[in-house]
């Protein structure tokens, strides 16, 4: 992984920053976070946005969330 200096906003970053803090990112993860959901987003358009970011919940989830079992009556 690269890394790379970009110039942002200042309102943007103390956003970014307490966001940040609230989700337990760094900042730096929290504007790749909210980069992503916009790519997602622009790539998606008929998903609502918190369908969307569910899915990336999930995702990470996968390897400690135990599937469902539907009944069979």
Request: aromatic share 12%; hydrophobic share 40%; glycine share 2%.
């Amino acid at each position: 992984m690269s890394f790379h200096s970009v110039k942002i906003d200042e309102l943007f970053y103390d956003t970014a920053k307490r966001y940040a803090v609230a989700e337990h990112r760094t900042i730096s993860s929290q504007i790749s976070y909210w980069a992503l959901l916009g790519k997602l987003s622009l790539e998606n358009p008929e998903l609502p946005i918190n369908f969307i970011r569910d899915i990336l919940v999930a995702k990470s989830l996968k390897d400690v969330a135990e599937p469902f079992e539907f009944r069979t009556e």
